[in-house]
């Protein structure tokens, strides 16, 4: 399998490209701000197609380039219903300061318009793209349509991959004080798609570096807590910084 990822724009957004194989069809996952060119020269280096947008959440710097990014390669976006409004009004989801910086920019204004192949994600389906399975788990909190991907990973150390967008990060977990975001939901996502899982999934997180559910299980602050709370009634108190 291969898999490449860069981090892009001001936010350093992840941005992956996935496929079998060089010289193969591909799915794209989250290209956010100025991911578009990073994009291409992973295309034009593994001689790949993409075939395919998966977008985890709405938020505007994990999907700036996908209508670009879709309509270049004529492939299709697919997104949780819950977030598609994201698409073509995406400062309802970001923060008085965000907003500011961009509409600070040339033009003074921003226009986003859907893909012309949108596709809407459910939770616990099996998507099967570019000779890959994406299973696709629903996890609200960080957005109302927050979700995250799965896909199988033939190793000897690693039974999946898992693009996990802005709800689970190296140390930390996706803030929820943005509009949409719920924290109660976020802890209960994170409970039962999260702590459910095998400790040998990689985690391919939507910004910072790569982990793995054994380490965060062991090491996390917030799923220590989650872990310690049988009831899950607290409320985690280290600092969220990851995401929009």
Known sequence: MLIAGFPAGPWGTNCYVAATAAGAECVVVD???DAASGVAE???????KPVAVLLTHGHIDHMWSVTPVAGTYDATAWIHPADRYRLTDPLAG???ESAAMML????????FTEPEDVRELADGVDLELAGLTFVVDHTPGHTEGSVIFRTPYDGADVSEVMFSGDLLFEGSIGRTDLPGGDHPSMLRSLVTKVLTLPDDIVVLPGHGGQTSIGRERATNPFLLELQDDSDHSGSPTAPITRGL
């Open 31 to 33: 290209p956010g701000k």
């Open 42 to 48: 992973v295309i034009r280096e593994h001689r790949l």
């Open 94 to 96: 970001i923060s008085r």
């Open 104 to 111: 600070g920019m040339p033009g003074g204004k921003l226009e």
